[in-house]
């Protein structure tokens, strides 16, 4: 059977080893990690406030085809999954005015890869980072997901991808390290410019 080219990507996108966190066995590990971050942002004058305790894990089922249910532990930032942006929702807010939340489902390693074995993976995962109406910004939020396994997602080969501001267009994005999506988050590169790149007509 020929192999597509995005159906490889997402192969390669979300090899085994990409999913696996090295070192971290269990959610509130890296519920500290997170927090510990958080409250460095605020400090380092990034977060309008400290939101760290805004952080915490649950054990949840989710649903899949089938009727089946499978267990997983979730890490959540703010509210899971705030679907209609309402601000009043608990949420992190950055000192420029963007503001985030995020949620992180795991299981333990099926042991494929003997050295991380007792180690977490990463079942899904959707950080969502909305910005100021400011600055004419055409890319109001925008979205890193990565869907469940049984997601249809999987099957049209865009398991892991992010929305640029629209539910319906999406493109293939690198799995993130929950460290690193908060960093993402927290950093200068989704962070508005005061002023605006002029656009060209050629390079």
């Not at 929702?89 to 494929?112: E, K, Q, V």
């Not at 979205?143 to 493109?171: C, I, M, T």
């Not at 690198?174 to 002029?198: F, G, I, N, Q």
Request: hydrophobic residues 40%; proline residues 6%; contains cysteine.
């Amino acid at each position: 059977m020929t192999v597509g080219p995005l159906a490889s990507l997402q192969r390669r996108i979300t090899a085994a080893d990409t999913l696996i966190l090295a070192g971290v066995r269990d959610a509130k590990t890296l519920k500290r990690s997170l927090r510990s971050r958080l409250a460095a942002a605020f400090r380092e004058g990034r977060l309008a406030s400290d939101g760290s305790n805004l952080v915490w894990h649950e054990d949840k089922l989710v649903p899949l085809p089938g009727g089946r249910r499978e267990r997983v532990v979730a890490v959540i930032g703010g509210i899971e999954i705030n679907r209609k942006r309402d601000p009043s929702l608990a949420h992190f807010l950055r000192s420029d005015g963007a503001w985030f939340d995020f949620h992180i489902d795991l299981r333990p390693h099926d042991g494929t890869h003997q050295q991380h074995r007792g180690d977490l993976e990463l079942v899904g995962y959707g950080y969502e980072i909305r910005f100021p109406e400011v600055l004419g910004c055409s890319v109001p939020w925008l979205r890193f997901d990565l869907n469940h396994p049984a997601h249809d997602n999987e099957l049209r080969d865009v398991r892991a991808h992010f929305h640029p501001g629209d539910d319906d267009l999406q493109a293939p994005s690198a799995v993130l390290h929950p460290e690193e999506a908060l960093e993402l988050l927290l950093c200068d590169l989704l962070r508005l410019p005061d002023k605006r790149r002029r656009s060209t007509a050629a390079l």
